[in-house]
């Protein structure tokens, strides 16, 4: 069973960056893909992108490339989301997951961390 942890979250100003991580325990497959969503109160929960393990290949959501990027290091089994001009509409909790392909539909995953909060003010 594989455990994620996120963390990295917290409080920045609109324009700023944050970087995420998301470590991870248990046995990691080469072929799965470990992936980022987002939630905001009252909304869906949005995929954002992901990264396949073994081969570091990455896939983003329209809504975030160009200013999100995903990266891992294999050896220390961490995930990393690092997120550049932000918008106060980025604000959300941010959860890693990780399954066996891409797909927007959460319910694809089967391990899910416990999120971390992105606050970003105007």
């Known amino acids: 069973q594989v455990q994620l942890a996120e963390s990295g979250g917290g409080l920045v100003q609109a324009g700023g960056s944050l970087r995420l991580s998301c470590a991870a325990s248990g046995r990691l497959y080469s072929s799965h893909v470990s992936v980022w969503f987002r939630q905001a109160p009252g909304k869906e929960r949005e995929f954002l992108g992901g990264?396949?393990?073994?081969?570091?290949?990455?896939y983003y959501a329209d809504s975030v490339k160009g200013r999100f990027t995903i990266s891992r290091d294999r050896a220390g089994n961490t995930v990393y989301l690092q997120m550049n001009s932000l918008k106060p509409e980025d604000a959300a909790l941010y959860y890693c997951?990780?399954?066996?392909?891409?797909?927007?539909?959460?319910?694809?995953?089967?391990?899910w961390g416990q999120g971390t909060q992105v606050t970003v003010s105007s």
């Open positions: 990264i396949r393990w073994g081969y570091g290949t990455t």
């Open positions: 997951a990780r399954g066996s392909d891409y797909s927007g539909t959460p319910a694809s995953y089967q391990n």
